[in-house]
């Protein structure tokens, strides 16, 4: 698999282009990346990085990091990809010029994308205009009821099954392991801290049940309302597992959310909790 930054860094040749966000990798982009494979060249993504809508000054709350989704569309057989720097630049190209510096030198003969792709100033261009280009397109309509706003939302109440369903995959957060205050480990279940990039989507706040490094996990979203409350934080408990994991990247997938913050009568009471909890993480179904 090779991601490159500019497609002149790839050999030419005849290929369809997959072009869009790709955000979280969901069902829809994966009928997108179909219709680019059944063509039977072979296939390119081209997708950009800051998110359009970080460049426009619009909230954006992202379902993968740029890591994670060249990982996932790796996984879905995807062999190349092209990952465009979403500038002021990029923003206000004609068609012409997208055509010209980021179509032809990939040789690209199809370009395949959803019914949402826009591009240039003012999001003018789409496939109509790319056609004028003298390129074949495909047009995929859109899984009914997958987008990645209806993910975003389900997320946002907590229904982590509900975003695997229309993703296609466990939602994930991808972090890097900080010191955090310990707490955890002085209750008998030691945690490891979560960091996360901007604009990455974290869950409601709750107990959720996981899995990362090929082991069980449950995963704390909050602030910690038991001890006051206080700067927002995740904290996964890996069962079974005792490595030191300070500075490496975790992917923790999440499965199911278990139960809301609590404020218990006392520690012991709350680490008697945490052990339910890790039992029901142990017994817990992969979305």
């Keep these: 698999m090779k991601v490159v930054r500019d497609p002149i860094d790839l050999p030419r040749t005849a290929r369809a282009v997959a072009i869009g966000s790709f955000d979280g990798v969901h069902l829809g982009h994966r009928r997108v990346l179909d219709t680019a494979f059944e063509t039977g060249l072979p296939v390119a993504v081209l997708t950009f990085d800051p998110h359009p809508r970080v460049l426009l000054g619009q909230p954006v709350e992202l379902l993968t990091t740029l890591e994670r989704k060249v990982e996932l569309l790796a996984e879905y057989g995807v062999e190349e990809i092209v990952v465009l720097r979403f500038d002021s630049e990029l923003a206000a190209m004609t068609p012409r010029e997208f055509t010209l510096r980021h179509l032809n030198p990939l040789g690209a003969q199809i370009v395949v994308a959803g019914p949402d792709f826009r591009f240039g100033h003012g999001r003018a261009g789409d496939l109509d205009m790319l056609r004028e280009e003298g390129l074949l397109t495909r047009l995929v309509e859109p899984v009914p009821g997958v987008s990645s706003t209806a993910i975003r939302n389900a997320l946002h109440e907590g229904d982590v099954i509900g975003a695997a369903a229309l993703l296609g995959h466990p939602y994930e957060l991808d972090g890097r392991v900080v010191p955090g205050l310990a707490r955890g480990a002085r209750l008998g279940f030691p945690t490891a801290n979560l960091a996360f990039a901007p604009h990455q989507l974290v869950p409601l706040d709750g107990i959720y049940a996981g899995l990362t490094e090929a082991h069980r996990a449950a995963v704390s979203i909050g602030v910690n309302i038991h001890f006051g409350g206080g700067e927002r934080r995740v904290e996964v408990h890996l069962v079974d597992f005792s490595a030191d994991l300070y500075g490496k990247r975790l992917v923790v997938e999440l499965w199911q959310r278990l139960r809301g913050e609590q404020v218990f009568?006392?520690?012991?009471?709350?680490?008697?909790?945490?052990?339910?909890?890790?039992?029901?993480?142990?017994?817990?179904?992969?979305?």
């Design 265 to 287: 009568e006392s520690d012991v009471a709350l680490s008697e909790q945490i052990g339910r909890d890790v039992q029901a993480a142990l017994e817990a179904d992969r979305p």
